[in-house]
């Protein structure tokens, strides 16, 4: 069967060069939560995190970095995919983080949220709005594919599908974010069906789950991702995790209270299916992470999801 979609562009990615992996700080210093998630992960699971890190929104970026930096470090998931991260000055945050962690690191441009214009605070300046991929195995290739966006029209969004070099095969996984305004949502529910059609797409099948990981900027119960949802395995639910949690609060500082369809819900989600029919998708344990202040500051406006799942 041939996929109807296509990449609007497609290329080898070299991926950034291992670094020697720093030590890890200390248990009593992680942020809480990450010794008992530790514990609790099996030796073979594969640690999938999404986390929207907030950009450089908010005027306090410089003391938030710190803690989305120590964040991962203490729970160190396999694959980190990052929404509203930024790349500039020569460097990315996904490429500062694998850096620190001796991993591999891809990022690419999208249009949502659009970058302020004019910018809002002097560290904006020149930074680039994107998404991202922190892996534990080398990048082999990755292929952008725009989005749809007839009502909000302008620059794309985007989908970044990356291959990566796991000792069991071929490893693929999506990295995106979706519309959230509603007056734009039959572009959020088009965008949803492409994610879903890219991840079904034959020419992805092998040994391996399949994910896509992101803001998708609704719940599970909302009209908007159903195609995500009855395609592919939401592994917040199937892993146990808690019902109730969300990933965007109304508690936060930053919280945007105005977002009443979103806030005090669980819109970022980590979606899996199986590599090829017939085999199960088994998820071991579902977290949050980022979801108290480090040093006292939170690291972002989002909480990160994180799942253990078997490769």
Known sequence: VQSPFRPTSQRIQKAIAPAKRSGASKLSDRPSGAKRSQQARSQ??????????????????????????????????????????????????????????????VFTRTSLPPEPDPIEYPEQTGIAMGIGLVSRWPVVTTEVHE???????????????????????????????????????????????????????????????????????????????APLVEAMVDTWTAGDGDPTARTIDSAHPHAPV????????????????????GLPVTVRGAFLAGDRPVNGTYPSD??????DLDP
Not at 302 to 307: E, F, K, R, S, T
């Open 44 to 105: 073979q699971a594969l640690r999938v995190m999404t986390w929207n890190v907030f950009w450089r929104f908010g005027g306090d970026w410089r003391e938030r970095e710190p803690g989305v930096a120590a964040t991962v470090e203490a729970y160190r998931p396999d694959l980190l995919g990052l929404v509203e991260t930024w790349a500039g000055d020569g460097t990315s945050q996904p490429a500062r983080i694998a850096e620190r962690l001796g991993m591999h690191a």
């Open 147 to 225: 989005l749809p966006h007839d009502q909000r029209g302008g620059a794309p969004p985007t989908a970044l599908l990356s291959t990566l070099d796991h000792p069991r095969g071929a490893l693929h996984v999506i990295v995106s974010c979706l519309e959230w305004e509603p007056e734009f949502a039959a572009d959020q529910l088009a965008q949803a069906r492409m994610l879903a059609a890219l991840a079904t797409d034959p020419r992805l099948d092998g040994p391996l789950p399949v994910l896509v990981i992101g803001d998708m900027n609704a719940a599970v119960e909302h009209a908007e991702i």
């Open 258 to 277: 105005e977002a009443v369809k979103l806030i005090d819900r669980r819109i970022d989600h980590v979606f899996a299916r199986a590599g090829r029919p």
């Open 302 to 307: 989002h909480y990160a999801v994180g799942i």
